[in-house]
């Protein structure tokens, strides 16, 4: 049941992944993203981006005309498909990535960014990195994605 449900939900869930432009910072998309947010991710241009956006209302037609960097499904979207993703197919993730590869793996890879080419570092990684990502035999999908992120912040290459 579990592999049917990750099954439908990457077919669902991948094709979305090359409409989005992905990984939006926190101001989100609009002027203030073109402007400022998307060239230096600092608290500072967060707000003025953010501001920016809220004062002139440019997100809200940028998200109604799919203009300025917004997408339909956008970064938020897919950040919490890539949660589910996780808690759903952890079992299966733990074990491909102590491998090195797997479907699962491949599919997770992907809904975090990894193109075509950045796929197989990505994946040397999770298999180097594996007693950093799975600590204990207990470790939730959550504490995997809080590790994941910390070490992926230190090779943004990896996934795009």
């Keep these: 049941m579990k592999k049917?449900?990750?099954l439908s939900l990457a077919t669902l869930l991948v094709p979305t992944l090359a409409l989005a432009a992905g990984n939006h910072p926190m101001a989100g998309c609009g002027l203030g993203y073109l402007l400022l947010s998307n060239k230096d991710n600092t608290k500072v241009t967060q707000v003025l981006g953010?501001?920016?956006?809220?004062?002139?209302?440019?997100?809200?037609?940028?998200?109604?005309?799919?203009?300025?960097?917004?997408?339909?499904?956008?970064?938020?979207?897919?950040?919490?498909?890539?949660?589910?993703?996780?808690?759903?197919?952890?079992?299966?993730l733990r074990h491909e990535m102590a491998l090195g590869k797997g479907e699962y793996v491949e599919t997770f890879a992907s809904l975090l960014g990894a193109t075509e080419a950045t796929r197989p570092g990505l994946l040397?990684?999770?298999q180097s990195q594996y007693a950093s990502l799975f600590p204990s035999a207990s470790t939730t999908s959550a504490e995997?994605?809080?590790?994941?992120?910390t070490r992926l912040a230190q090779h943004p290459e990896l996934i795009g």
């Design 4 to 6: 049917l449900l990750s």
């Design 144 to 149: 995997l994605l809080n590790q994941l992120g």
């Design 124 to 126: 040397k990684f999770f």
């Design 50 to 92: 953010a501001t920016t956006n809220g004062t002139f209302g440019t997100q809200t037609f940028g998200i109604s005309s799919g203009t300025s960097g917004c997408t339909e499904d956008g970064a938020v979207k897919i950040a919490k498909a890539t949660e589910v993703y996780a808690e759903v197919n952890l079992d299966s």
